[in-house]
């Protein structure tokens, strides 16, 4: 019998995309104007900000000296500590609140037809292109003493006068919630676009009850949405300025209010520093922490 002859097969091509030793420096160059841009700036800022919050100066520390003599002076404050509480409970109960608020709409907005999505995408962003300062003002009308709010109480009887609803921590709080809900709402929006239209009906079909196809199909779905927006949200009411100070003013003090005062009004820089190291590490922390909780709640892969 004949033997058969065989042919070795032929080398495949190289990709023509494969990198070659002489790209490697090109392809930096072309990131460079990008990269150059980061670093001074975000990167370089925040750099200097750290260094300057452990730069201590003072007959008693000598000139130039390191340490960290600003945040143990602005740790041992009880105000400080209740500034730094307030911060955190108000930012956190409007982000728990707005992802529970504006989860049902996202799904309403999703499902409707293109045409009336576009409408209500169009009023939800709205609010956006309005200053901070006008929206503060109008709830100080509101919530005024002869304000819709306070009329509308004493008009129901549940008080014989006006109440103080300004300059309150549930004033802040309410500011707050209106001003940044929609990045929450959009964020939400957006990752339900990107999920598939029959998965909810797969879960039903399989036995699943509408609250464990919601639990364990829907929510691991978007919670991206859910991620990105808390961040914002939270972002945002941390390090908000305006709101808290025309609704909360000196009785309702946070941090960035407090930042504003010890620059414009105690001239304390020292302490300024150690305030704005605090709010990136907050926003940094909340960040982080949404995307653990996420990942814990995303479905294993084999």
Known sequence: MPALAVTPPSPMPAPASAA??????????????????????????????????????????????????HFTEFFASALNWQILWRTLRIAGLVTLLSALICYPPAQAIVRVSGRYRSLLMALTILPLMIAPVPRTYAWIVLLGRNGFVNDVIVWLGLSAEPLRLLFTEGAVFIGLLQLFAPLMLISQVSAMENMPRDVEAAARSLGATPLQAFWRVTLPLTQEGLVVGGTLVFTGCVTAYVTPALLGGPQVLMLETL???KVNVEGDLGAANVIAVILIVLTLAMSVLLKRLAHRRSPRRP
């Open 20 to 69: 070659k030793p002489g790209q490697a420096p090109w392809r930096w160059l072309l990131i460079a104007p990008a990269l150059a841009f980061v670093v001074l700036a975000f990167l370089l800022p925040v750099l200097l900000l750290l260094l300057a919050s452990f730069r201590v100066e003072g007959a008693g520390s000598g000139a130039g000296s390191w340490g960290l003599a």
């Open 259 to 261: 930042l504003y005062q």
